[in-house]
T-cell receptor, first 113, second 109 residues
């Protein structure tokens, strides 16, 4: 079965650089969620999109922005990267009307040096 | 969303049932109980959810007490691949999942 695709899987950046993470939801899924998981921490919700509109917002820094495109894929843009942004970034998606069940991708591991 | 309390860690013998408890004494009437798990560095995986009735699927069973203040996730025949962090989440919002400190389940041969 198709799963959530995230790219890149690994990314290394310097401080103050920018990064763009991409997420391709499972076909027919219309809602996308982004989570951040720091080393040794639990996943923290960042932001979600439903039908290309932001549907909920969590502890996402102002330096980060995200959007969902007409094909339902989503991109998380991160600017002025800081050492503390080093983390696993997970994208999840859900079917229309079934937001209670989120399917997670394999994650993007971001390392900021 | 209501707060949940889970044991920090548990061990289970391979092939035996793993029973993972969760306390959610402040749960309100319209809040569901969800269970997800995360195998090391992989994305979290949905297991099961319920409101007040016991639920069973191909992965696990969920037993919710009559007063809904606690629940138990049961993996009937644990395998080494079930070693993971198990999160009990109580939520009413259909968007974000709020992950608290879950239970590290170690299945041992």
């Amino acid at each position: 079965a198709a799963g959530v695709i995230q790219s890149p899987r690994h990314l290394i950046k310097e401080k103050r650089e920018t990064a763009t993470l991409k997420c391709y939801p499972i076909p027919r899924h219309d809602t996308v969620y982004w989570y951040q998981q720091g080393p040794g921490q639990d996943p923290q919700f960042l932001i979600s999109f439903y039908e290309k509109m932001q549907s909920d917002k969590g502890s996402i820094p102002d330096r980060f922005s995200a959007q969902q495109f007409s094909d339902y894929h989503s991109e998380l843009n991160m600017s002025s990267l800081e050492l503390g942004d080093s983390a696993l970034y997970f994208c999840a998606s859900s079917l229309p009307g079934q937001q209670e069940t989120q399917y997670f991708g394999p994650g993007t591991r971001l390392l900021v040096l | 969303d209501a707060k949940t309390t889970q044991p920090t860690s548990m061990d289970c013998a391979e092939g035996r049932a793993a029973n993972l408890p969760c306390n959610h004494s402040t749960i309100s009437g319209n809040e569901y109980v969800y269970w997800y798990r995360q195998i090391h560095s992989q994305g979290p995986q949905y297991i099961i959810h319920g409101l007040k009735n016991n639920e069973t699927n191909e992965m696990a069973s969920l037993i919710i007490t009559e007063d809904r203040k606690s629940s138990t996730l049961i993996l009937p025949h644990a395998t080494l691949r079930d070693t993971a962090v198990y999160y009990c989440i109580v939520r009413v919002t259909l968007n974000k999942l709020v992950f608290g400190a879950g239970t590290i389940l170690r299945v041992k041969s």
